[in-house]
């Protein structure tokens, strides 16, 4: 274990010393912002100073790895952090690749692990004063609490005509990962107004900015609007149908006839026990010694069902059922008619959208600055190798490099410690293969026992061989079943009745004779599936 963890640690060091020497190939104007936290953030990263945002943020290691992060140290708190870019980048300008690290080390149940961009603030505003009101271009990410679970994109775009700030939400977002690992996720901002959702360099969603169909709103008002100003008529009739004012109500139509009526036709039962009543005080029951009649009442048993009830058709007083009463015709209503004043339902008319406007290409405002502003249930957010570039193959190198090996060395770490917590195996050939052991302890399989010992001990060390190990020990089990139950019920040939009577010494000589063929057949099938085992085994 401890060879192969070195032989991990060496490749991700040799891969990341030649990611470091592949980025330099790289021109230095398509990586727009680039932050590895390698170094303290201290003076480069400025914490808010708002009262809200208490919880501390540390400068400290990937769990497993000598790579260093911003981690969220704390739980149930609010966090806020800002880094002012040393140029804007314009995000108007061709391609435009978003990416950074997360690592959820004790997972997210309930919180953030977004990046907010931020657009230049007002004049006069101080890092130290960064907050949730502090006007951003993009938030990207994950977000994760109760039914809200996404990788956030939101674009908070002027309107030309209005000069509103609008967020547009991005439609049916990926899911965040659930697991501890590091993921790296990527937003591509394209000039054809194509947006790419990366996670772990899997594309997970593809949007358009000026689509109807992947933001909401969309970016791009409606043409036109409903007329505020407009009012419905005071006549206007959105009635379909009417009651038929011609209708007259039958002359034989009985509204106050009951829904149901006694059935005449009913006759007692024969044996109805009339004087019995259909509950009688509870025999067993006794009066409470601190029962007090001055104040607790004069006390009376309890009832019960009279037994005497159920040993006839009934008692108490008879009456007859009820049924449905034919003439019931219930409250008369005038049937429906078109209504001849119907307009329709009311709506306003459209009017020119004033704050309509055409577009072929967002109005992005730049990115002055990177914030975290967060809120959180857990502690363990490690944010990490922070980047901006102009090229999606530099962000791929980044991913290749900085953030792969650290990624597959966790996978192993993971793989290894799921083996080490079920002895070696994984869970369900776990269970399996503690099954079979009480299999083996079966008195009935005998001499097969250690066959079957040889089987599983064989196959522990190779697990994928488990199905093969449970069919070939079913085969075995099922072989000395038969034997069990025809191997010592094989019935002599019928004698003729002229057939002379051997001697005892002959009838042993047979029974000796029968005794080795058995034996000779049972050493033969052993010999014969020894091989396939032994195949099987290989396999």
């Known amino acids: 274990m401890e060879e192969r963890n070195r032989r991990i640690w060496t490749q991700y060091s040799l891969l990341l010393l030649a990611g470091c020497f592949v980025s330099q190939l790289y021109a230095s104007s398509d990586v727009k912002f680039y932050e590895s936290f390698d170094k303290a953030f201290d003076g480069r990263w400025i914490v808010s100073e708002k009262e809200e945002y208490n919880g501390v943020w540390k400068h400290a290691k990937s769990e497993g790895h000598d790579d260093y992060g911003l981690l969220v140290s704390e739980k149930a708190r609010k966090y806020a952090i800002v880094k002012e870019l040393n140029d804007v980048v314009d995000l108007k300008d061709g391609t435009v690749v978003l990416q950074y690290e997360v690592r959820l080390q004790d997972g997210l149940e309930c919180g953030g692990a977004y990046l907010k961009y931020l657009r230049p603030q007002e004049a006069g505003w101080i890092p130290k004063e960064f907050n949730n009101e502090s006007p951003y271009t993009i938030m990207f990410g994950p977000d994760k609490c109760g039914a809200t679970n996404k990788v956030h994109f939101i674009l908070k775009h002027k309107n030309p005509k209005s000069g509103e700030y609008i967020e547009h939400h991005l439609k049916f977002p990926p899911s965040v990962p659930s697991d501890k690992l590091t993921h790296v996720y990527t937003a591509v901002l394209k000039p054809d107004n194509e947006l790419l959702i990366l996670i772990d360099g899997e594309e997970k969603k593809k949007a358009n900015f000026l689509s109807d169909d992947d933001f909401e709103p969309p970016l791009i008002p409606a043409e036109t609007i409903p007329d505020p100003e407009d009012k419905k008529p005071e006549d206007w009739d959105e009635r379909a149908k009417i009651p038929d004012p011609d209708a007259k109500k039958p002359d034989d139509w009985d509204e106050d006839a009951p829904m149901e009526i006694e059935d005449e036709d009913a006759e007692k039962p024969e044996g109805w026990l009339d004087d019995e009543p259909e509950e009688i005080d509870d025999p067993e029951a006794t009066k409470p010694e601190d029962w007090v009649d ?237 091989p396939r085992r032994r195949t099987r085994r290989d396999n």
């Open 294 to 530: 001055e104040e607790d009442g004069e006390w009376e048993a309890p009832k019960i069902d009279n037994p005497k009830c159920a040993e006839g058709p009934g008692c108490g007083e008879w009456k007859r059922p009820m049924k449905s009463n034919p003439a019931y015709k219930g409250k008369w209503h005038a049937p429906l008619i078109d209504n001849p004043n119907y307009k329709g339902i009311w709506k306003p008319r459209d009017i020119p959208n004033p704050n309509y406007f055409k577009l072929d290409r967002p109005n992005f405002e730049p990115i002055a600055a990177i914030g975290i502003e967060i809120w959180t249930m857990q502690d363990g957010i490690l944010f990490d190798n922070i980047l901006i570039a102009s090229d999606e193959k530099v962000a791929e190198s980044y991913r290749n490099t900085a953030w792969k090996p650290k990624f597959d060395a966790e996978k192993e770490k993971q793989k290894a410690e799921e083996v080490a917590s079920s002895g070696g195996l994984k869970g369900f050939q776990k269970v399996v293969f503690d099954l079979l052991y009480k299999v083996a302890d079966i008195p009935l399989l005998g001499e097969h026992k250690s066959k079957v010992l040889d089987l599983l001990e064989k196959a522990e060390t190779q697990p994928n061989l488990t199905i093969g190990v449970v069919i070939s020990i079913i085969i075995v089990i099922f072989t000395v079943l038969l034997k069990l139950i025809f191997g010592g019920k094989k019935q002599q040939p019928a004698r003729a009745t002229a057939e002379p009577k051997k001697s005892d010494g002959a009838e042993a000589s047979t029974s000796n004779s029968q005794g080795a063929t058995e034996e000779k057949e049972e050493q033969n099938e052993d010999a014969a599936a020894a």
